[in-house]
Each structure stands twice: as C-alpha cells, then as structure tokens.
C-alpha cells in the first residue's frame, strides 16, 4: 500500500536536489505525485523547493480543489493535472527552470540530436512549445500538444515540463537534459561539433528500438535522423529554429533505397526535407547509384537558414560602409 508520508518525504528530496542544482531559484518550480484516483500530492505556492518539509506539502483532488494541508496549493497545478488525465501512465509531474535547458527555449535553438546515445536513447526530439503566460488553463493548453509526444518539454523562456512514472523519473529527465544543454554549449564554444554519422544514428535508433524504447523517427520514414523533424511543423508559430547547431541532413537509409515507401504523414515538411529529397533523385539520377553512401551529409543549410545568412552578412555590410 501506498505511503502518503513516503511520498512527501520524496517530493522534499527531490525539491532540494532540484534547488541545489540551481534549477530553482528562490521559490521557482513545482512538483506534483498522483497517489491515487482521484488525490495528488503537489508542493505548496511561495516556498523555496530547497526547505520543504513533509507537513507543507498540500493534496488536492483532480479538479484542483484542495483537500489537505494548510498552505495554498501551487497555482501550476492545472498544468499537471490536465496532464495526468491525459495521460493516466504519468503519475509525477516536475516543472523548474533548469539555465542551460531554458537558455535554449530563450534563444528559441532546436535541441540538437545525434550528440550523446544516452540522450537520444532516453529523449529524442524534444520540443519547444511556444511562450504562454504561467498559471493558467491557457498555459496548460500551450504544454499539452507536446507533453503528449514527449516525456519532457522545453517552455519558451520559461523553464522545462518533465513527467515520469515516479518522482525521480520525472525530475531525472530535467537534469540529463540540462547537463547536455551545457555539454552542446561547452562543444559549440571549443569551436566544433561532430554530430553521429548516418551509420552511427541509425545503428541508435535500432538500439532504441531494440531495449523497448519509442522513436517516432523508426516509424515517419519521411524525416531526417538528426535535424529535428518531429517537431518541425511548431516551429513556425514558437520561432524555433536551427541558428547556433547545424545538424546534418540525412534520412533513413529505407528512405533512400525505397522512396515508394516513404510515408507522408511524415510532417516534416521543412525546406530541408525538401532539399534533401531533391538531392537523392540527383544523386541517383546522375550517378545512377543506389549506394546510399553517395547520398550522405549536405550541411547545405534551409532555404530560410540561407536567408538569415544572407540578411545578416548584408546588415553588416551596410554597417560597415556607414560607419
Ligand atoms: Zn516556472
């Protein structure tokens, strides 16, 4: 039987690991636990998650209304508990502001894939859903779309949304993701950033496959391995976009050798897949070769990426010749 203290008692631990990772300053973050039906235990409004105690900590029903503890319940709630009737597998939902992972959602850069295998492996793409101001049920529509897809979500200048069958899961995926934020940082200013080969991601994806875990990538056949696509078609609405990390572009090799079976509820949709689409019938027209290694990395980047290019040098320019 479930141990309501034993919960508390865990939702405090995480609160001072989460403070003492500077993930939450001051009194930022919330964390909640479904103990049953129709109870959750969530952490009170207005208190720092480094200092709780079990007896701060408040129950409230999945509309919301509180039914225990005497400080008033966080007022993120509905945020998670419209996720946990979404998604009745998630029983714990962890919301904080981890720099590195939020820094991304700031600067509104695509978290790059095909880095780390342990980041794929247990993340995948992970999304950035657009800016929306925190509290309301406005807030919660915003996070839903992606929180169905991903098991954790970067907020736009705002923080992170991470949900799990267990408190520690849930808050496990905020720091793996910040820890490699600052790791692609720390790459990017060495001044480079080797990203897997066509090999190297397909092989992952396989592993991925094989341990149990879901990649939407194995099944939309249409998409890029390492270029974000899963999420590309938000990307219009969030000002998500590809500026400090270039991926490479290449697809499955299924894609290549079979266009028949390409699937077209592949979304990708972007100037990128396009071009990359292009680039096989090229290349296979004008060489007349199946080999998939003759259709490898274009670091050729979007059409809207050139013209960022473009706009930015000729800014410069005019710049340069004014001054
Ligand atoms: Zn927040």
Redesign the pocket.
Known sequence: MLNIHQVKEEICDIGRRIYNRGFAAAN??NISYRIDENRVVCTPTGISKGFMKPEDLCIVDMEGNQISGTKKRTS?ILLHLTIMKSRPEVKSVV???PPHATAFGIAREAIPQCLMPEVDINMGDVPIAKYAL?GGQGFADVVMPYIMKSDIIVQAN??TVSVGPTIERAYWLAEMLDAYCRICLIARDLGKVEYFTRDEAEDLLQLKQKWGFKDPRAELENCELCANDIFRESWKETGVGHRAFQPPAFKRKDDILDQKSTNPNCKCGGSRCKMNSQNSQNSQGSQGSQNPANITDSNVPASDECELIIKTITDRVIKALAG
């Open positions: 930022d973050g993120e919301h904080c502001h925190p705002h923080g």
